[in-house]
């Protein structure tokens, strides 16, 4: 898991040539950009621009890939992101592999990142996440750009 800002990422291009591809777009991406898909290199490289309510984290549940990586970037508003290892958690259900997805319940002991506009967060295959919960702030209109990158 990488915790950074849109400003930063360069330091990143060294994960390889389909990250620097998003990062590259990410820099030019317009907050106003409308929901929907966009695709960069079909599905191996694609963007959700996403908009949504968050909500009190306890409504959420873990969720992890095996095919891709996320690179979540908060284009406005605010939202708590919470990461743990996989290993510290359980599924509750098989891995949807059609959708690239399985979800885990709730626990304690997580990280809690506090994410505005232009943070930006990587999660990986083993990294557990929960986007979208409501910051300190409390609930909020968020909108998002979710990288799709095929490992």
């Known amino acids: ?32 950009a409308p929901d929907g898909r966009i695709d960069l290199d079909g599905d191996d490289l694609f963007i959700l621009v996403q908009s949504y309510e968050t909500q009190p984290e306890e409504r959420k549940e873990f969720e992890s890939h095996r095919i891709y990586a996320d ?21 509750v259900d098989p891995y949807n592999e059609e959708k690239d997805f399985q979800l885990y319940p709730m626990r304690g002991g997580v990280t809690r990142l506090e994410a505005g506009p232009g943070a930006v967060a990587l999660f990986f295959p083993p990294d557990g996440h929960v986007p979208g919960c409501a910051s300190p702030a409390g609930p909020m209109a968020v909108k998002k750009a979710v990288v799709k990158v095929r490992l």
Not at 2 to 22: H, N, V
Not at 71 to 91: D, K, M, N, R
């Open 1 to 32: 898991m990488i915790f950074d800002t849109l400003d930063q990422l360069d330091r990143y291009r060294g994960l390889g040539s389909r990250f620097a591809k998003a990062f590259d777009f990410l820099k030019t991406l317009d907050g106003n």
């Open 71 to 91: 690179i979540q970037v908060v284009l406005s508003g605010e939202e708590t992101l919470l990461y743990a290892p996989l290993e510290a958690l359980t599924a």
